[in-house]
């Protein structure tokens, strides 16, 4: 008896409309939570942008990374469809995922990253903007825990794409805009160090850049107290 087998003859590429739409709602969701004013902002915020569009341009466009990677990929593993929307999951395919790679392990964890990634750009945002409005030097809030947290969370998101979808030029840019936003959280420091003097360099020396200490957790109330009480 023959089995009959079912196939999705639906294109899984070159669905260029959801590559603009993905892009529109990621990039303005970010800009929501972003809000960029200066110079700078714009820079970080943009490039952010282009790693999403050269993201949705592979998960919806030209999947450029499995043409490339084809080869390979179909000789280690030959009962993949490769060219199937699912098997843009490399890792969850690499890996064996046998069920829906939507529910696979990496693509959980990848939300979890850039929904964290989200809530610290939208944290920090409003917690600067407070404090610019007052011209003060925000040390409370997230800003106790970490120096740059709007940068931090453009790299967890950044991030939890990777793990959803990682392609070639995306694992290209994500190094490259670590590196950027590094230079930029540089760049601010020198300018708040020279508007609050020793103020900052007081609190850059109790607080970490981008990856919170263990004894910033405990230190943290203790300076929130102190800022309330001036």
């Known amino acids: 008896?023959?089995?009959?087998?079912?196939?999705?003859?639906?294109?899984?590429?070159?669905?260029?409309?959801?590559?603009?739409v993905n892009s529109v709602i990621f990039i303005g969701f970010a800009f929501a939570f972003f809000k960029p004013h200066t110079g700078r902002d714009w820079r970080s915020f943009g490039a952010f942008s282009a790693f999403l569009v050269a993201l949705f341009a592979e998960m919806y466009g030209f999947p450029l990374t499995i043409y490339v990677?084809?080869?390979?990929?179909?000789?280690?593993?030959?009962?993949?469809?490769?060219?199937?929307?699912?098997?843009?999951?490399l890792l969850e395919m690499i890996f064996g995922w046998q069920a829906n790679p939507h529910a696979g392990p990496f693509h959980v964890l990848s939300f979890l990253f850039i929904g964290a990634g989200f809530l610290l750009i939208s944290v920090g945002w409003k917690a600067l903007y407070q404090g610019q409005r007052q011209h003060q030097l925000v040390t409370t809030g997230v800003y106790?825990?970490?120096?740059?947290?709007?940068?931090?969370?453009?790299?967890?998101v950044m991030f939890g794409?990777?793990?959803?979808?990682?392609?070639?030029?995306?694992?290209?840019?994500?190094?490259?805009?670590?590196?950027?936003?590094?230079?930029?959280?540089?760049?601010?420091?020198?300018?708040?160090?020279?508007?609050?003097?020793?103020l900052y360099e007081r609190y850059r020396h109790d607080v970490a850049g981008f990856v919170p200490r263990?004894?910033?957790?405990?230190?943290?109330p203790s300076r929130r107290a102190a800022n309330d009480e001036e």
């Open 1 to 20: 008896m023959t089995k009959a087998i079912l196939q999705d003859h639906s294109p899984a590429y070159g669905l260029w409309f959801l590559v603009i």
């Open 214 to 220: 263990l004894s910033g957790f405990f230190s943290a």
């Open 144 to 156: 106790g825990y970490m120096r740059h947290p709007q940068y931090v969370g453009f790299i967890l």
């Open 161 to 198: 794409f990777l793990l959803q979808w990682p392609t070639l030029l995306t694992l290209t840019m994500f190094p490259v805009l670590v590196f950027m936003y590094v230079r930029l959280a540089r760049v601010e420091e020198r300018d708040a160090a020279a508007e609050f003097g020793s």
């Open 69 to 89: 990677l084809s080869g390979w990929l179909q000789s280690r593993f030959p009962n993949v469809d490769w060219f199937s929307h699912d098997a843009g999951h």
